[in-house]
């Protein structure tokens, strides 16, 4: 159990609409990090928060964008859906600044399907 | 670019066993490797951080080693149980502090 946790655990979307997709990292933890992992793939880094500044992204479109909140919740929203959006997203978080080599803790998950 | 590989991609072995999760990478400039275990539907639980100045880390029956200089990692697992089956995945940090990931290796223990 990292405490981390993610809201809702699946979703169910089509082409076209929006979703936000939500995180609770560890209290204290400043660093909050979003990946997606398509099925039998590794994890793919989307882009990582801290003390809510984006603090870094990966190879993703701008339709994906995040925030970071005070209260170490963040969020995840995709706009305009495609179907190779269907995946797992998952949030990790870290105590550390966003240039630490820390361990990331994970969240469970949230698995969404675009139809 | 950093890229990660796992062979294989799966591996079923009796209870028992002793076994060797490979691991390789391309850029050897990286911060650290993480090998993290991950069960079905389920979000990725961290077992073993080597630092980049570091050769290996043991916990309990797990063994990780690191070789910068040839690209590659291990995950050594001793006595492998039913509770081990599970996906596999390393990591390698990269300059830019991001996690660069693998496919995984998907183990099965026969009991």
């Known amino acids: 159990e990292t405490g981390v946790t993610q809201s809702p655990t699946h979703l169910i979307k089509t082409r076209g609409q929006q979703v936000t997709l939500r995180c609770s990292s560890q209290?204290?933890?400043?660093?909050v990090s979003w990946y997606q992992q398509a099925l039998g793939q590794g994890p793919q880094f989307i882009f990582q928060?801290?003390?809510?500044?984006?603090?870094g992204r990966g190879n993703f479109p701008p339709r994906f964008s995040g925030l970071q909140f005070p209260n170490y919740s963040s969020e995840l929203n995709v706009n305009a859906l495609e179907l190779d959006d269907s995946a797992l997203y998952l949030c990790?978080?870290?105590?550390?600044?966003?240039?630490?080599?820390?361990?990331?803790?994970f969240g469970p998950g949230t698995r969404l399907t675009v139809l | 670019k950093q890229e990660v590989t796992q062979i294989p991609a799966a591996l079923s072995v009796p209870e028992g066993e002793n076994l060797v999760l490979n691991c390789s990478f391309t850029?050897?400039?990286?911060?650290?490797l993480q090998w993290f275990r991950q069960d079905p539907g389920k979000g990725l639980t961290s077992l073993l951080l080597?630092?980049?100045s570091q050769r290996e880390q043991t916990s309990g029956r797990l063994n990780a080693s690191l070789d910068k200089s040839s690209g590659r990692s291990t995950l050594y697992i001793a006595a492998s149980q039913p509770g081990d089956s599970a996906t596999y995945l390393c990591?390698?940090?990269?300059?830019?502090?991001?996690?660069?990931w693998g496919a995984g290796t998907k183990l099965i223990i026969k009991p």
């Open positions: 990790a978080s870290s105590p550390g600044a966003g240039t630490s080599t820390d361990t990331q803790y």
């Open positions: 209290s204290g933890h400043n660093t």
């Open positions: 928060y801290y003390r809510e500044e984006e603090n």
């Open positions: 850029d050897s400039a990286i911060y650290n």
């Open positions: 080597i630092q980049s």
């Open positions: 990591a390698a940090m990269d300059s830019n502090y991001q996690l660069i």
